[in-house]
């Protein structure tokens, strides 16, 4: 088996692994089952410090940013797509999937949003129904400032809709001091439970502006709406992939349990970048380093497949490359989640160094 460092799926603790396996019932008709699922639904609201609504949707966490889209664009909505990333510019899809006309807000891929520049952006067209951000765009691992820039799209009459599938409880996720609107996580990064969920929380102002729209949700699957009152019913939309969000369950009580769970992720990353700096390789962005994932340059005279292979067939570590306009130029370590502990990592650079010295790439 595998050591899986990429930047999710991430290692699965055991104990969210036995979840899994408990008996399965029928989430369609056991009331406890709907107790159990609004109480981990309350519990991630708490974990991202908000009195918002959470829902757990059966899917992987890209389900959640396209229902995000779809519940709230109508035809000819203005929506602003912040881009500077690859999962950034990607969000430009799903609003002209459901009519809506994307405006990119395109800047530096390796430096973060500068809110500065978005505020002399905004002051000349601020006409938007709601704003997309990606918090960590793991394809290059930065990191945006969801903590400044959404409160001033707010300032401006924009709803928000937070990425945080790649950053949640890497990265500090305060969903209401940051007054963002949609928050989007999956169950695959940070969070260390087995792909096929995924979450978000959704704000009184979204409610209001899904309530209001003039034509319907062009979607029932990606459809945030069809949950309404589903816990006094006592019906789900579909069926809900128990043994899953048991699973998540068990992941989320491990997060409540650390404390440390923020410190330990900046305290990983900075030294990974640290040794490979120290090594001589480069860094793929001058600023803006996320917690959950570090990328670095392929090293010139080799290539980012014949390292993946090496340290994937002579040292059982899995990385990633990357894709789209950084496919085959970058290497990604993932330091999420249960990947983000010391010997792990130190297992990882030493076969990292291992490798690009077997590939002839000379190290510091």
Same mark, same amino acid.
């Given at each position: 088996?595998?050591?899986?460092?990429? &930047?999710?799926?991430?290692?699965?603790?055991?104990?969210? $692994?036995?979840? $899994?396996?408990?008996?399965?019932?029928?989430? #369609?008709? #056991?009331?406890?089952?709907?107790?159990?699922?609004? =109480?981990?639904?309350?519990?991630?609201? *708490? /974990?991202?410090?908000? +009195?918002?609504?959470?829902l757990i949707l059966g899917g992987e966490g890209i389900l959640g940013l396209e229902a995000a889209c779809a519940s709230l664009t109508e035809p000819g909505d203005r929506v602003l797509v912040l881009d500077n990333g690859i999962f950034g510019e +990607?969000?430009? #899809?799903?609003?002209?999937?459901? @009519? @809506?006309?994307?405006?990119?807000?395109?800047?530096?891929?390796? %430096?973060?949003?500068? !809110?500065?520049?978005?505020?002399?952006?905004?002051?000349?067209?601020?006409?938007?129904?709601? !704003?997309?951000?990606?918090?960590?765009?793991?394809?290059?691992?930065?990191?945006?400032?969801?903590?400044?820039?959404?409160?001033?799209?707010?300032?401006?009459?924009?709803?928000?809709?937070?990425?945080?599938?790649?950053?949640?409880?890497?990265?500090?996720?305060?969903? #209401?001091?940051?007054?963002?609107?949609?928050?989007?996580? +999956?169950?695959?990064?940070?969070?260390? !439970?087995?792909?096929?969920?995924?979450?978000?929380?959704?704000?009184?102002?979204?409610?209001? !502006?899904?309530?209001? *729209?003039?034509? &319907?949700?062009?979607?029932?699957?990606?459809?945030?709406?069809?949950? =309404?009152?589903?816990?006094?019913?006592?019906?789900? &939309?579909?069926?809900m992939p128990i043994s899953d969000i048991y699973g998540l369950r068990a992941a989320l009580d491990n997060i409540a349990a650390d404390t440390d769970m923020l410190a330990r992720h900046a305290k990983i990353a900075a030294e990974c970048r640290k040794?490979?700096?120290?090594?001589?390789?480069?860094?793929? /962005?001058?600023?803006?380093?996320? %917690?959950?994932?570090?990328?670095?340059?392929?090293? &010139?005279?080799?290539?980012?497949?014949?390292?993946?292979?090496?340290?994937?067939? =002579?040292? %059982?570590? /899995? /990385?990633?490359?990357?894709?789209?306009?950084?496919? @085959?130029?970058?290497? $990604?370590?993932?330091?999420?989640?249960?990947?983000?502990?010391?010997?792990?990592?130190?297992?990882?650079?030493?076969?990292?160094?291992?490798?690009?010295?077997?590939?002839?790439?000379?190290?510091?």
């Open positions: 088996m595998y050591k899986m460092m990429t &930047p999710g799926p991430t290692q699965v603790k055991e104990n969210v $692994r036995l979840a $899994r396996a408990g008996e399965c019932g029928n989430p #369609d008709i #056991d009331e406890s089952f709907f107790d159990f699922y609004k =109480e981990t639904c309350e519990l991630i609201s *708490r /974990l991202l410090h908000t +009195g918002n609504e959470t +990607g969000f430009a #899809d799903f609003v002209s999937l459901y @009519g @809506g006309v994307p405006k990119k807000y395109t800047v530096d891929g390796k %430096n973060p949003i500068d !809110a500065g520049d978005l505020q002399e952006f905004l002051e000349k067209d601020h006409g938007f129904k709601y !704003a997309t951000l990606v918090h960590c765009d793991t394809p290059s691992g930065i990191l945006n400032d969801i903590a400044v820039l959404c409160p001033l799209l707010k300032k401006y009459g924009i709803l928000t809709v937070v990425d945080a599938v790649s950053s949640m409880f890497g990265e500090e996720v305060h969903v #209401d001091g940051s007054q963002i609107d949609i928050v989007c996580g +999956g169950s695959q990064k940070a969070v260390s !439970a087995p792909p096929g969920l995924a979450f978000v929380t959704v704000s009184a102002d979204a409610k209001k !502006a899904m309530a209001g *729209r003039k034509t &319907p949700i062009a979607s029932f699957y990606a459809n945030l709406q069809v949950f =309404e009152g589903y816990y006094e019913a006592k019906w789900f &939309p579909y069926t040794s490979l700096t120290e090594a001589g390789l480069k860094l793929h /962005l001058q600023s803006g380093f996320s %917690n959950t994932v570090t990328v670095f340059d392929v090293p &010139p005279g080799t290539a980012a497949q014949e390292i993946l292979d090496v340290m994937r067939t =002579e040292h %059982n570590i /899995l /990385l990633a490359g990357s894709f789209g306009s950084l496919s @085959g130029k970058v290497i $990604r370590i993932g330091h999420m989640g249960a990947n983000a502990n010391e010997k792990d990592m130190a297992d990882t650079m030493e076969a990292l160094w291992m490798t690009l010295k077997k590939l002839g790439v000379e190290l510091r």
